[in-house]
């Protein structure tokens, strides 16, 4: 198995550093509103990666924090009169149920930078001791030219920066012994949360919380770090020379990073009025389509978000789940219960898709092309899997593109479908639900119907509904 290691530039062969296993950090969302797609992007793409690790046969420990203080969650907080604490709170439960739309299986831990405070005073005191940080007025630095190899995951050139005046830091720019040190822990402001520290009380910088994280539930040496490719420099690039610099080893042996996500060509901002969350796609689509269309292009490739290739996904994904439900029908209707040696014969064909199939995911995860493998396997599917078929041949078949496409987290072995009375008498329900402000159980009726693959609609002339 190959995957693209950002650090060496090119495709290297997996070798784990501990047998058998894979350790991975992922770095997850900042949560102060609902997340937008192109945070889904990284979420789908190595929720894939692991789902393919562990098809392979490994045991992998998947780590992916939250980001429960940060300035936009304070700025949010202050917004609206409330805690950062309940905007933290309130994100990262609404970004659970995106996720799970999205048929993203929940990490093996997802920590939270706030439970880990300790760790990051612990970690700034060692590089406080090793001589590469240092405080002033209660805020504490990282000495940047201190690590000799900062720089060799983005390929940036100390100097350069310096001469571009880069800066990493945001406040205190004349405190720094140099322009390029960042910050590890800094000063609280008024009505800010905050931690007590040897230095001041304040708070952690944020590229801290990742390397204590990343430490704590996986080790001093992990093998896969990822992220969008946004995070390289400087996020990336500073987790590398903090953890380094306090553990004295290697910190990730590969660094994989999805590109960017645009909407109809032009990069994803508020300003331009093309700022797409999970949420309001939900309410057009199923978020298997939004996986779907995501996994359609390499991880490593742009990926442009229209109408059009959405329209493409739900086409596509559709074929796939007809088949099955084709599969099924043969399954119910069979007339004979064992395959007959024919059939054993036609079967052994299916070996070709799944060699094409791991053949894409063996080298570097190449999604779009085990979906085309899966599509090949479709068509035999609909041309092999005939009325006199047995039910053992149709239900291999079934089970071999349930396998498959589950390894994608693509759900194509849909559930039974809604009758329009049991819809309306939900809607009923959830309207009675919002009446009486139990907004909980409303929200629980919403998602129960989009799990089902109904959409709500709120319109003047009341509740509707379609078929996602």
Known sequence: MK?????????????????????????????????????????????????????????????????????????????????????????????????????IKPATKHPLATEEICGMVEMIGILIEKGYAYEKNGTVYFRTRQFKDYGKLSHKNLDDLRSGNRSLLVTGEDEKEDPLDFVLWKPKKEGEPAWESPWS???????????????????????????????????????????????????????????????????????????????????????????FFMLSAHYRSPLNFSADLMEASKNGLERIINAVDNLKYRM?????????????????????????????????????????AVFDLVKFCNTTAVEESSREYARKLFDLIVKLTDVLGLIVDKKEEMLAEDIEALIAERQEARKAKNFARADEIRDELLAKGIVLLDTREGVKWKKA
């Not at 079967?347 to 791991?358: C, L, N, S, W």
């Open 3 to 103: 995957l693209y290691n950002t650090m060496s530039k090119r495709k290297e062969e997996f070798v784990p550093v501990e047998e058998g296993k894979v350790r991975m950090y992922v770095c997850g969302p900042t949560v102060y509103n609902f997340i937008h797609i192109g945070n889904a992007r990284p979420m789908i793409v190595f929720d894939t990666v692991r789902r393919y690790f562990e098809y392979k046969g490994y045991d992998v420990n998947y780590v992916s924090n939250f980001t429960d203080v940060d300035d936009k969650i304070i700025n949010k907080a202050i917004e609206e009169g409330v805690s950062a604490d309940e905007i933290s709170k309130r994100y990262i439960a609404e970004c659970l149920k995106d996720m799970e739309g999205m048929n």
């Open 201 to 291: 009380e304040g708070r952690p910088g944020w590229h801290i919380e990742c390397s204590v994280m990343s430490k704590k539930y996986l080790g001093e040496q992990i093998d896969i770090h990822a992220g969008g490719e946004d995070l390289v420099f400087p996020h990336h690039e500073n987790e590398i020379a903090q953890s380094e610099a306090a553990n004295g080893k290697e910190f990730a042996k590969y660094w994989m990073h999805n590109a960017f996500l645009n909407i109809d060509n032009h990069k994803m901002s508020k300003s331009l009025g093309n700022f797409r969350t999970v949420r309001e796609i939900s309410e057009q689509y199923d978020l298997q389509v939004l996986r």
């Open 332 to 372: 119910e209707n069979a007339k004979t219960e064992e395959m007959t040696d024919a059939e054993k014969e036609t079967f052994a064909k299916t070996a070709e898709f799944v060699e094409k199939y791991e053949a894409a995911m063996d080298d570097d995860f190449n999604t779009a092309d085990a979906i085309a």
